[in-house]
Structures are given as C-alpha cells and as structure tokens.
C-alpha cells in the first residue's frame, strides 16, 4: 500500500474514532495542561519553546547523524538505498513513529494552548497547511532534500497568511484558496530551479 494512502485513510478513521468518543468541545481544567499552555519563560510562550527545540533537534539530526543522511538517501530513491545495503525498513518504521510521536506533541500542545478539544474542528485541513509549509519552505514532495528551517518559514508564512485574511473578514475558504494558489506557485517554482 502507497504510504500516503495508508496515513489518509488512518487520518479520516482516527478523525471519525475521536468524533464517535468525544463528540463536541471538551474543556480541559487540567493544571499542568493549562500551564503547558499559558506560560511564558523570558517572554517566549512555552510552546513556543518547546516547538524551537523539537526543531532544532529534528535539524540536527537530518542534517549531521548517520540516520539523518540515510533518511534523505531513502526519501530520494528508495531502491537506490536499498541497494546499497541500507536498512531502508527499518528506517521507514523509525520515521513514521517518530513522525506520530512529533504529532502527537503537537496536538497536545494544541490543546493546551487552547485548553480545550475538539474533533470536529480542531485541526481540520491541518494537513493541507503542512503539506503547503514543506513545499514552499523548499523540501520537494519527490523527496531526497530536507529543508527544515525553510519548513518553519513556510508555516510562519501560512500562520500570517491565514491571520491576515482573518483579520480582513474573509471566510475560511477564501484562506484555502490562497493556499491551493501558494502550493502550485511553489511546486512551479522548484521546477523550474530544477530545469
């Protein structure tokens, strides 16, 4: 099964599961969570903090451990990887649970930010928006290169984007619109720096 259609297919299950187990906004009044998401340390929120830190160690090691460049030789061409003697599995395996690991530390801090729950809002389209921040941050969706600081711009842009058009008034779709329109300029744009 293409690894795209097996996370979308278990994008809208667990989105259903979370409708079916907590089926409207759930306040949360735990102390910790409420914490986690109101504090400031030197007048930076804390998830701010924390999400900086989780970059820079995702940075680090893409970019200088021996795992990182396996994982960009796989993301690039996998039969490639393989024969060459990598642990191409192994390394699939590893990336897709830290990758769920990354994601669930997101949404907590999602909640904790907003001290509440909900499934049928909450992170909505979230994936369009990362799939946007990766591409025009750099990283080609054909894989092989990883751009992780040119990802958090990317996200920065989409987060001001989305401010901005919200401050104007304008609905939600207008915002998905602008998005689709930012995705093609970006994947016209790589190619033709890649031509």
Known sequence: MQPIV????????????????VPQLTEFRNPTLITLGSRSVLGLPLVVIIA??????VAFVVK?????RQLVAVGGNRAAAKLSGLPVRRILVTVYVLS???AAV????????LQASDPTSLGLLMELSAITAVV???TPLTGGRVRVLGTVMGALLIQL???TLIKHNLPQS???MVQAVIILAAVYAARGRKK
């Open 106 to 113: 997101a949404g907590v801090l999602a909640t904790a930010r």
């Open 174 to 176: 207008w915002t998905q």
């Open 64 to 68: 200088r451990t021996i795992f990182g």
């Open 100 to 102: 769920g690991l990354l």
């Open 6 to 21: 097996a996370t979308l297919a278990l994008l809208v299950g667990i989105r259903g599961l979370a409708n079916v187990l």
């Open 52 to 57: 900086a830190v989780l970059t820079a160690v």
């Open 136 to 138: 025009v941050g750099g």
């Open 161 to 163: 984007l989305q401010a």
